[in-house]
């Protein structure tokens, strides 16, 4: 990083005293073509969705992933801290493996297929973290790019 101090300050002695330095000039488009890549990739990055495996409507972004090691009935599920286009059901106490809930269902708002549930309230102190989070599951789930 003292590199970038170093270059700062022949700017500012260049913008002061109008002289232009190639090594400057050089190490600005650097600077501008290391950002843009990084911008360009933590857009593709950001921009990674998980849609209804039915109907394609988007549910979430990757980057709202919490867990991928949940497990269901019905094999792997990933954890979300949000979940966007969903329609939730009533409220309702269900033992899992790791104790009492409190879950509403989660259903897609186009065609209506379960897809996981959100945790509305954990009883185990150790279980809390999932209170207010979403679980859906793997296979009713596609990931765009
Ligand atoms: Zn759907």
Not at 18 to 25: A, D, L, R
Not at 62 to 72: E, G, L, M, P, Y
Not at 81 to 103: A, C, D, F, W, Y
């Amino acid at each position: 990083m003292n590199m970038v101090k170093w270059v700062v300050a022949f700017m500012v002695i260049e913008e002061t005293f109008g002289i232009v330095c190639w090594f400057c000039s050089w190490q600005v488009t650097l600077f501008f073509l290391s950002d843009l890549k990084n911008s360009s990739m933590a857009d593709s990055v950001g921009t990674r969705l998980y849609s209804c495996f039915k109907c394609q409507n988007h549910l979430a972004r990757h980057d709202d992933i919490v867990s991928k090691n949940f497990q269901s009935r019905s094999g792997r599920a990933f954890l979300f801290s949000h979940v966007m286009n969903i329609v939730l059901g009533p409220k309702q106490e269900r033992q899992l493996i790791t104790g009492l809930h409190t879950i509403v269902d989660v259903y897609c708002n186009d065609c209506g297929e379960i897809l996981g549930w959100k945790y509305e309230k954990a009883y185990e102190e150790s279980q809390r973290y999932k209170e207010g989070k979403f679980i859906l599951e793997k296979y009713k789930i596609d990931m765009e790019n």
